[in-house]
């Protein structure tokens, strides 16, 4: 598919200006500007017509028009388009055998077409006649005939028919197809001349050469083709009735299409830009061009639209270059009044004192705001952040420090339409640098220093970790007032997200299969933090909302404001219980003591939403189920597993499956940490399970061994009974002690 517009521009009409894409998108694809109204997609083109496909599985990346596989090499606002097109080609060999390829273009986008002055069809060969066709409101074709005897006979440059022929094709082709024929199977000219080739491209990007006629020389060549495009289908004067959707935009004209089938826009005389953007068409400066506008000793002012000539005080004339010039009313420069003289210097010494002030003001301007992001830096734990750098060298490349304002354009200045997700830690949003990388910007919350050094733990846990399944940190920010950290954007949401869409009874589930690939993906990165890292890494905050999802949904375990490093000679550190209600281990929020138990647990939650399909904490559930964790345990205890279980992914095929994982999450959620798995003994039995599909299921009944785990048979507001041990503990005690929140419950 492609297309094209009817684009007559008057002699008078300025060059285009720059080209501009819609703020907020990206204004290149590899070598080729995007401007606006094209676009890569969404609201950066300004309809489906003008969408370009940037691929870029090329280096650099290649643009292609709408979903099409054919290339574009560059795009005007004077209303035209190039691509690249291939040639047909009809070749023969000394037994009379034919191999061809015939090329067609079709133009599936009304508001588009095929140059018809710029382009020309061109046949080359030496037994050769060729044709092209198609429709345009009633059927067309046209073609041309080439002959010679041999290669000697054809001049270079010459396309009058011996060994290259060229014609003209109609006016507002939107398709055409390319055939050729031979009279003699080329068998008068071979081995010279074995191929015919016809194609259609632009009159000026093409010379025939004899060395054409070769069939190594010509083979493979793509030639760029001229379209035309427009905007609509209606005049200009039909359009402006529609003022929302009008598509030219301030200081700019409409010009209407030869066939009054849509329309194009331009920026008045004395404006450049991109007529078709809001403030898109800018005043061009005439005083500060290359070239004075204005004649000798005249001042040059410039005005919205235009410039004048002001010839100096005491002359009279037309400044301009093609005026008449600045001359003295009275030759004799001595009977001047001597009052020109002092208003003369005195606007001089004005003005002067005036830039002065102007540039002075400038200077102190700029050493304030640099002093400003120097606070900044500070304020937001900058000189920490460089000293724990400087002690974790060679670790892996240096994180990436971003600048404000390049941060602030790649979220269109942080719009709420951009904002991904919000939590206890900040505000996530999505932004596109000036190289297209799609990343996620996270706004972080500081009010006390013990919360920027929360925000500098983040960097620095992020720093050292390298695995598959944990988002990855690529820069931060410090000279805003509230710090910013730069990740990979996850593109497909997070695993609260897919398994607890509430607003659509019909929308997708995740399957089994899924949800047990996940969980195994989410143990393997906790144990790598546990395990694998040179400072082992406890989460703290392991929960449906902290897990993304990818394209290929796998899974990417994020938001580490809340982890500790714990040092490998230390079994646990003491520090302020936080975390989110539901997920919590029963036994840090009693001690304070963070382990890498705590993880298990929190993790042992999140497999038993996946079992269920049931939020953590939800108050719409009677009192006995308003605790997921504590409903599920005591749905085990009484052989009621199958009744809990998302009747959406049971079945005979994976009941055992389910079990075997059910009676792993009630190992991690025990209240007792020492009694808890490990995190690479959750993981590995997670990967065991995964590949049993694979095998005979052997008969297994759930673990008969009973423990202690979160909330026994206690209620959410009193007393707590595991079975072995019991205590107290009420809300208003702990409000103080830690932060919790409420993810999905209400």
């Not at 005897?149 to 398709?175: F, H, L």
Request: include cysteine; hydrophobic fraction near 35%; aromatic fraction near 10%.
């Amino acid at each position: 598919m492609l297309f094209g517009v009817i684009f007559k521009a008057k002699a008078s009409t300025p060059a285009p200006a720059p080209d501009q894409a819609k703020p907020g998108c990206p204004n290149h694809c590899g070598d080729v500007m995007i401007p606006y109204p094209f676009g890569t997609g969404g609201d950066c083109n300004i309809t489906a017509e003008f969408f370009i496909t940037c691929n870029t599985s090329f280096t650099p990346n290649k643009p292609f028009v709408s979903t099409s596989n054919i290339e574009v090499i560059d795009i005007s606002l004077d209303g035209q388009l190039r691509i690249l097109s291939n040639a047909s080609n009809d070749c023969y060999n000394t037994s009379g055998y034919r191999r061809w390829s015939f090329f067609s273009l079709r133009l599936g986008l009304p508001g588009f077409s095929i140059n018809n002055t710029k382009n020309r069809f061109t046949a080359i060969g030496c037994d050769t006649y060729a044709r092209v066709d198609g429709f345009l409101g009633q059927r067309y074709a046209t073609g041309c005939l080439s002959l010679c005897s041999s290669i000697a006979d054809v001049a270079n440059g010459s396309c009058s028919g011996i060994g290259c022929c060229q014609t003209s094709i109609p006016k507002g082709v939107k398709s055409y197809n390319i055939t050729l024929e031979s009279y003699d199977n080329h068998a008068e000219v071979l081995p010279e001349n074995p191929c015919s080739y016809a194609f259609v491209a632009e009159s000026d990007n093409y010379t025939f050469s004899s060395t054409d006629l070769l069939f190594s020389n010509f083979r493979g060549r793509q030639f760029p083709v001229t379209l035309d495009w427009r905007i609509g289908n209606t005049s200009c004067n039909e359009a402006k009735m529609d003022s929302m959707n009008f598509g030219c935009k301030e200081n700019s004209d409409c010009f209407d299409s030869e066939d009054n089938s849509g329309y194009f826009c331009q920026c008045l005389q004395g404006y450049e830009g991109n007529p078709y953007l809001s403030n898109g068409c800018q005043d061009i400066n005439e005083c500060e061009t290359s070239m004075n506008p204005c004649n000798g000793t005249a001042s040059c002012i410039n005005l919205p639209g235009t410039y004048n000539c002001s010839c100096p005080v005491g002359y009279v004339g037309d400044g301009r270059k093609n005026g008449t010039g600045c001359s003295s009313p009275n030759k004799d420069q001595s009977n001047r009044s001597p009052l020109i003289d002092i208003a003369l210097g005195t606007s001089i010494g004005l003005l002067g004192l005036l830039l002065g002030i102007v540039f002075l003001y400038w200077l102190l301007r700029r050493k304030q705001i640099s002093k400003l992001r120097e606070e900044y830096f500070q304020q937001n734990g900058g000189i920490l952040l460089r000293e724990q750098l400087s002690r974790r060298q060679g670790h892996r490349e240096d994180v990436k420090v971003f600048a404000a304002e390049e941060l602030e354009k790649a979220t269109n200045n942080y719009h709420e339409s951009r904002i991904l997700g919000q939590g206890g830690q900040g505000t996530v949003y999505k932004g596109v640098l000036a190289d297209n990388r799609v990343v996620a910007i996270k706004k972080s919350i500081i009010g006390d220093p013990s919360q920027v050094e929360q925000f500098i733990n983040e960097i620095m846990v992020l720093y050292q970790i390298n695995h598959r399944n944990v988002v990855k940190l690529l820069g931060c920010c410090l000279e805003t007032q509230v710090p910013l950290l730069v990740y990979e954007y996850i593109t497909n949401g997070t695993l609260f997200q897919h398994l607890h869409n509430d607003a659509d009874d019909d929308a997708p589930y995740l399957p089994w299969e899924a949800r047990l690939r996940i969980a195994t993906e989410t143990a393997e990165a906790l144990s790598y933090l546990h395990s694998a890292a040179s400072v082992p890494i406890i989460h703290r905050d392991i929960k449906l909302a902290n897990i993304l999802l990818d394209e290929n949904y796998i899974a990417k375990v994020s938001d580490f404001g809340a982890s500790r490093l714990i040092p490998s000679d230390e079994a646990h550190v003491t520090t302020i219980v936080q975390g989110t209600f539901g997920y919590l281990d029963p036994e840090y929020m009693l001690t304070s003591l963070l382990t890498e138990k705590s993880d298990v647990y929190s993790f042992g939650v999140v497999l038993i939403e996946l079992l269920t399909g049931q939020k953590a904490v939800c108050f719409k559930r009677s009192e006995e189920k308003r605790v997921l964790a504590m409903y599920f345990v005591s749905s085990m205890k009484e052989d009621r597993l199958l009744d809990v279980l998302d009747h959406r992914v049971l079945n005979n095929e994976n009941v055992e499956q389910l079990k075997e994982v059910a009676g792993l999450a009630r190992r991690c959620v025990r209240v007792k940490g020492e009694e808890r798995p490990t995190m690479k003994e959750v993981a590995h039995e997670l990967a065991g399970l995964q590949a049993m599909p694979k095998h005979p299921w052997s008969e297994s009944k759930l673990m008969g061994e009973e423990a202690e785990y979160l909330l026994g048979v206690g209620d959410l507001n009193g007393s707590y009974d595991d079975g072995a041990t019991s205590s107290s503990m009420g809300y208003d005690s702990i409000n103080n002690k830690f932060t919790f929140e409420l993810d999905g419950a209400r």
